[in-house]
């Protein structure tokens, strides 16, 4: 599974993004250490506060089926209607990274059309609260 590859799934899934309220899509494609690629949008609710990330809905449906191992996740997100820009995680989500992945090997693959840059969790979450702290 190449790093384009990967980002082409994240936009196989931005496709399902549920987003009458902010119209702007997310999808997110999740790999796990089994091979498997497990594909999530953002849903929105009309109260709000449920609203779920695209990279949370990826996650969950993973760890909901047993599988907490991974190495890596593209994200694309973008306005209906506009070209892609970058677009980074949100502090709920990497804090969800944080839970189950490693903060130097995972990778997090922002793409844009052609484009993709990758970081760490590290880079993204730098001195996050985790269960090493509860130790
Ligand atoms: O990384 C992000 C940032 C935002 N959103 C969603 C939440 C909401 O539906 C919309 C606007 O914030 O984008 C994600 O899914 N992932
Ligand atoms: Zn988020």
Request: aromatic share 10%; net charge negative; charged share 25%.
């Amino acid at each position: 599974m190449t790093k384009s590859m990967l980002v082409e799934e994240a936009y196989v899934a931005q496709k399902m993004a549920y987003v009458p309220y902010s119209d702007f899509c997310v999808g997110a494609a999740l790999l796990a250490k089994n091979g498997k690629v497990y594909r999530g949008c953002n849903i929105e609710n009309a109260s709000f506060t449920p609203t779920n990330c695209a990279e949370r809905t990826a996650f969950f449906k993973a760890v909901s089926e047993g599988v907490t191992e991974f190495d890596a996740i593209a994200i694309v997100g973008n306005k209906r209607g506009e070209r892609g820009e970058l677009c980074a995680p949100c502090g709920v989500c990497r804090q969800v990274m944080a839970e189950f992945c490693d903060p130097e090997e995972f990778k997090i693959i922002l793409g844009a059309g052609e484009e993709s840059s990758v970081y760490t969790l590290n880079e993204l979450l730098p001195l996050g609260f985790t269960k090493k702290n509860l130790d």
